[in-house]
């Protein structure tokens, strides 16, 4: 079975070379949280070339064919245009492995895996608005295929699967509930970005974070002592959630870590329950 997938994002670092990393990665994932290998890509760049020198295309579209390379993926062409506000992305085509993973199907008693820590729109908004100098943990997350923890996810009987991106981690686990179930979070076990939790108490997060928590509030009932905006938090190129069994959880994460992953357990799936998403 085919599956494709098409993500464009502005830049969310000032490095040409680093922006076609990350944007290459965040546009692969929707493809590997369905269980399926990237096949085939075709680039979007949208630039303006009174503003935006050709040196900085290059680099953009040398760091994306890196970023493909590493996971085996054939850039087949693509399309550029003239706009005042850059852009970036792919249209990508893959093949389901073994069988299509939706978001949709998780069962009573499975439990969560996030593969990559939270706090990347936090953190490119704080380097935007030079609140802070660099964030190597969070460059180096964005710009990390999330094709070693679709591999490692294939070993297992996986219910359910999404990726983290532009509508936060409670956004993308509403995404996962069903008529048969509740999800239910646990903050502390959650691993953020270095740096992420100060800015969040500082303030310091996207108007896009704040509009998810405006959406999706009245389907919460939160506990924790962390502040929320974290996990309303807009993704750029977050890691995959997953649902299976819990007695196969633990060696997941395992696997997960020795293959380089920050992969945690991180909530469950009960019983129907009003409102459907707990946060404690």
């Not at 995959?240 to 293959?259: G, H, N, S, T, Y």
Request: proline share 4%; hydrophobic share 45%; aromatic share 4%.
């Amino acid at each position: 079975m085919l599956v494709q997938s098409v993500d464009v994002i502005p830049p969310v670092v000032d490095d040409p070379y680093l922006y076609g990393q990350i944007a290459t990665a965040n546009a692969l994932s929707d493809v590997f949280a369905k269980g399926a290998r990237a096949l085939s890509a075709l680039s979007i760049l949208a630039w303006d070339q009174e503003r935006v020198s050709k040196e900085s295309v290059q680099a953009i579209l040398q760091g994306s064919l890196d970023k493909l390379n590493e996971c085996g993926c054939s850039l087949l062409g693509g399309h550029s245009l003239s706009d005042l506000e850059q852009k970036f992305g792919l249209s990508v085509t893959g093949v389901v492995l073994k069988e299509l993973w939706r978001n949709n199907t998780a069962e009573i008693g499975d439990v969560l895996i996030l593969t990559k820590p939270l706090g990347s729109g936090i953190i490119t908004t704080a380097l935007k608005r030079r609140v802070i100098a660099n964030a190597p943990h969070a460059l180096i997350s964005m710009a990390t295929l999330n094709v070693k923890a679709m591999e490692v996810l294939q070993k297992f009987s996986i219910h359910a699967c999404t990726d983290v991106t532009g509508f936060g981690l409670l956004g993308h686990v509403s995404q996962m509930l069903n008529p048969s179930i509740s999800i239910e979070i646990e903050s502390a076990s959650i691993l953020l970005l270095e740096g992420a939790l100060e800015l969040a108490r500082q303030g310091v997060y996207p108007g896009g974070s704040v509009a998810n928590q405006k959406a999706l509030s009245n389907q919460v009932l939160s506990h924790t002592s962390l502040p929320e905006i974290l996990f309303y938090d807009a993704q750029t190129s977050g890691g995959l959630l997953a649902a299976l069994r819990e007695e196969e959880a633990k060696e997941c994460v395992q696997i997960l870590r020795d293959e380089g992953t920050e992969a945690r357990i991180i909530g469950q799936c009960v019983p129907r329950k009003s409102p459907p998403l707990i946060l404690f």
